[in-house]
């Protein structure tokens, strides 16, 4: 079977979905494919009977005067709120309060803006692209069984899944091999009992683990007791290939050993935690930024992501706004 777009769009994370939606607003024909079971990329969350975890993206930030007005959009629509969080930093000795600045976060998970950007878009889950090959006046995107064919096809994924997937030794594919990533392994914690912690973001500048926040003190995540945290890039990198119950256990102790020397009470008590890991292979890291936030080349393909416009959420959004433009100009 096979069905012909305008616009064929990789990826249904912040990226891709900002490209869609200003494609799709103009007139444009748009299929977006998505190898996950649902939308959000590195913003997904996780569910379980035991609450919800944002275990990817925290928080995001928005300088860019039009990424602005279109949060600005979602805080009246409902879907963005402002994290009212404590933020803290933390370097092993003691607490310091980092540079104020407007964190935003979906409402009622990170994933919540991108639902937003999604409406009314044809987007098809659980389909993992293997290849694209050339045909008569585009290309066709293959998996399985399955193609779609389009005059334009945008790819969207993180830049270490881009050279896979374009017939060798093309320049889009050149220009994201040199982008290198970092992954980050991601710990869910439930409590049973709340933890008093005097802070609800943590920023960690020594030891295993990088990251820590309290799920609950975002807008809209209910009162289980969920927090996240992530361990650093080198952490990550050299146990890249634990299996998740392994990296769970060693992150588990990291997070034990984190409150030794913190002057806090209200100690989690760790027999009433429950945790599982989460790795994400490919969650961090961008070119040096360059003039335009995307890459386009003149045979009818495209890069979209993070790591074309400085990393992070606004980026992401910035990088597939400004292809879609590019694109309809
Ligand atoms: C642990 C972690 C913490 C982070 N913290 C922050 C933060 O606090 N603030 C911030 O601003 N940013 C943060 N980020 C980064 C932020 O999440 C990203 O910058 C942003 O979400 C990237 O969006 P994207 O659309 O470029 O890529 P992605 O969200 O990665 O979307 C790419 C999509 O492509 C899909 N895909 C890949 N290969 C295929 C294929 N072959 N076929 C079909 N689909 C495919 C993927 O499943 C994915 O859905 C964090 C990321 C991680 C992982």
Redesign the pocket.
Known sequence: MSSHYDVLI?????????CARRLQDAGKKVLV????RG??????CRRTEKGAWD???????ASDRDFAAQVAAWQQSGSVADWQGKIQAWDGQRFSTPSATQ?WVGVPG?NAPLRALADGIEILFD????GLEAIDGGWQVL?GEQSWQASQVV????AE?VG??LPAGHALATLAASCQMEP?W?LLIHSARPIALPFDGLFINQGPLS?LARNSSKLGRGSEENWVA?ASPEWSRQHLELTPDKACAMLSRAFGDLFHDMPVDGLPVFKLLQMSAHR?R???G?LPVADLPYALSNDGLAL??????G???????R??SALAAALLA
């Open positions: 990789l990826g249904a994370g912040m990226a891709g979905l900002s494919l998505e190898k996950a939308l959000g990329g590195r913003m997904a275990h990817g993206a925290q928080y995001f930030t964190r990170m389909v993992k692209i293997a998996a790819l969207s994924t993180p899944q896979p997937l980050c991601a990251w992530h994400w490919f969650a961090s961008a979209a992501g993070d790591w074309l416009a990393g992070k959420v606004e980026g992401a959004y990088s597939g």
